[in-house]
């Protein structure tokens, strides 16, 4: 191998910084201490930061005065490789099969983190400075849900303070497709449980006088749809914002669609909510699902049973500008009016998370539509939302007060948190070529918005 | 104890006789043999009959001409004693506390069914013969749901032919409440599994765009029933019999209702079929009812994901003269009508069982009746049905072609298949004393049908 930065990102993945596993808490944070090390190898300043959790690490160039600060953030921390029996090579030891690179992490996050530090290296070593006062944050908490992010930010504000965010995290709607991801879903998780009897009863002896609680919890879930596919809850749709022409426009001319969600989900058909397209009903429309629905006898064969209980967890996908709490208010009141007497009805609601949405022309949009130009010319710009949540990003609006690029290069087959996970060579240099050409047209687009 | 009788069934209790545990078919076969040695004893000819599983019983006086066969049929098997903490003494050492007899087997049937043997030994010590000729059918297989009794019934069928049955494995509907149940619900068990995606999918990546089995799930339940409570399948009533006044006034005048089932279900209030009471639901109206249901996260917490299937069991209680095998047909149909493209239906149909029905005022039926005032006077003879089914009885109408007698001295509160299973001591004598009449009555009933 002659590419020194394919060579670092080998000793970056080899680290298993799996942070679900407590017994690889060390190996967590020796990544870390590594990263901060390769960071000030490189000529930026750099720490590790202790969180109740695993660290941080922030590294960052000299400021100065006249150029916009950057803050460009990714995790370092990865998936369990479970299970082990599914690779074609071991996790941990990173191998390169017809310019495919197979690693733990490789896609999700640390090649295309790692694509951006050698993108700073590299310009740093050919000019001596960077456009940009740039800011890396990368965590070790992403695969388990940032717990200790937050508190850092707020504690760190001050000198986290930036203009805009870069986030490598998300993917490419299509190889050699530039694409730029606008918009998130957000969610809201609610779990119910509908209980009768305080036994589980004889299906015989009592069977047709008293409510059968998984029969109730049925027409529950059954009450949360329209005919037509919409949810069917009063006040649910509050504050979503209606596609835009440009936005069904855009999306209609992705290379994906109908045709490939039948393919890799191996069903015969799509469905959901009329008078939308399966990307709009995906990245556009809020949803409420069935994750998991229980209740009476789960073995082999007949059990003539009136189960004492049946629950259901759902989640809502929300869509920009949905209030999760307002959410689960509105579907908690609905499932309460409609539960009928003899049973009652237990709603615990869970976690929950906004949708984001930022303007992709905006002056910072385009620099990052600018900038994928620059680097997977021929092919326009897609402009994209996706049907999944990264809370971060709500986050890093809600604390730092600016909006974040979403510019990711893992592609639709890269095996995130699967086994075998991949990421192209090809797609890591892009990336070091992105990180160079994104800080260049942030720069550019700064002095734009001073001197106008 | 001064009560050979009593003592006498303290030994067949004894007997660990659980035909679900294969280490006790040893105990199983003993009490077999202890049963048949006792029939010779009291001057029955009585032989064990080996099945492919447990063995029957079969007993007889010498028939004489003119008079009708009855053949008394019961069970020598009994239920696990699980749990056994749950006792407050021994399961098969049986104690009588308060004049109440506990031990397993006590009322389901073993105590039932020696009523009937002691009231056969009294009659003959007394009088040296019986009014009618007398087989008795006493199995081993039960709680097991007989799976070798109707291929005996059939290969045995000449020597088993016989005027009328009579069982007592049912329940008084209040203490001291003479009780003939003359009808019994039927049964039919399905399956059915909703298939979707060929893996569990991300709720964010795909949700809105493909089909949810579990909301799928719960819409085809959902679909099961009317507002009202009626079971809303096209052709499932076809055949119902409709409650005649006659019996709507005896089941309104029955001491058991709404209340003791709210109290005894530890439900806030009763629910069903509106236009008909508890009893007449239970008793009287089929049903359709989810005994499980289950699919995707079962776990703890949130897991986002679309389920690749879900799956619900189904059992239907059907009512005279409904046929289960049309009904299983209707429901399928209707699921496989109402399920939506982008998933299949997997329907499996299980067992099924006829519902039963004579007539209380045959001739049989009021020497029942008749015999049931003797040893209970002074409360009329509650007339009901049962909710529950006891396919065997169905069996003996099709293979033997005879009316089955129903009369049962189980209390609501004698724990069947729960620990401190119990009989009173002075329903066990009643049950003696209800052999003889009962046996006295159905010679009249046969001699005034011969006379007539």
Redesign the interface.
Known sequence: MNNPSLELLFEFLRFPSVSTDPLRSQQVGACAEWLSSHFQSIGLSSAVYPTPGHPVVVARNAAKPGRPTVLIYGHYDVQPEDPVGGWSSAPFEPEVRDGILYARGSADNKGQIFAHVRGVATALAEHGDLPVNLIFLVEGEEEIGSPNLEAFLQEHREALRCDVIAVSDTGMVAPGVPTLTYGL?G?A?MEVWVK????D????????????P??V?????????AVDGSVAVDGFYTGVLPLQEWEREAWSRVPFG?KQ?EAS?????????SGFT??E??WG???A??????????GE???????RE?F??L?F?LVPAQEPAAVLEAVERHLQSQC?????LDVRH??SGSPYINDPESAYGMAAQKALQRVLPGVGVALIR????IPIVNTFERVLGVETLLLGLALPNCRAHAPDENFPVANFEAGMALNQALLEEIASAYRQKAGA
């Open positions: 879903r969610i998780a009768g009897p305080s036994v009863l004889h299906s015989g002896i009592y069977g047709g006088a008293v409510q059968n998984a029969t919890l049925a027409r529950l879930l059954a009450s949360l749809h109908e969600i989900t191996g069903v015969a058909a799509v469905g959901g909510e399966a990307l009903r995906i429309r809020p949803t699902e069935v994750n998991g629905i229980g209740g009476g006898f789960q064969g007949t059990k003539t049973i009136i189960p049946a259901a967890k989640t996908r009928p007497p003899g049973v009652t869970g976690h996706e049907g999944g949540s």
